[in-house]
C-alpha cells in the first residue's frame, strides 16, 4: 500500500499507518451485517480484493492530492456495506477547492472503480494553522481567502 500499511491487529480491526500526523487509525473490519441488516457474504478472498483494490487506488489518488502539499487518509472502512471514511489533510485545510476534491475527485473515483463502494463520506482536517496549512500548499493549490 506503498507509505502506509494495513496490518490486522487481532481485536476485529485493521490499522491503518503512515497519515503525516504519524497516527494508527483503526479501519474496522466489515460487520457481519452490512446496512438494511442482510447477512454479508464476503468470502475470505472477497475480503482480500476489496482491500487491495482499495489500496491501490487509495495510493493513486494521495499520490495527486501529495504534489500539492495535502494528504489523503484512510479513516475507516466497511467493506460489506461499501461505506468509505476519508479525510483530506495538509494544504487541504486551507484550500478552496478541497470540498471539491472530496466530491468530484475522490468520491467519484471511488464508486467509478470500487463497484462494491456505495458511500463515501469525507472530512477536511482544518486543526492546522492558516498559515501552516497555507505554506505546505504547492503545485494546484488553490488557498481560501476569508
Known sequence: MGTRDVTETG??????????RDLAAPVP???DAPA????ADLSPEELARRRAALAELMDLMREAVQQDGGDLVLTE????????????QGA???C???????RSGVERMLKERLEWVREVRGEVDESLDYAESASLGRGAYVPKYY
Not at 11 to 20: I, K, L, M
Not at 36 to 39: C, E, K, L, P, R
Request: glycine content about 16%.
Open 11 to 20: 481485536d476485529g480491526e485493521d490499522r491503518v499507518a503512515g497519515s503525516p
Open 29 to 31: 473490519k466489515p460487520s
Open 36 to 39: 438494511g441488516g442482510a447477512a
Open 77 to 88: 472502512v466497511d467493506y460489506a456495506a461499501g461505506i468509505v471514511d476519508v479525510e483530506l
Open 92 to 94: 487541504c485545510g486551507s
Open 96 to 102: 478552496a477547492i478541497s470540498s471539491m476534491t472530496l
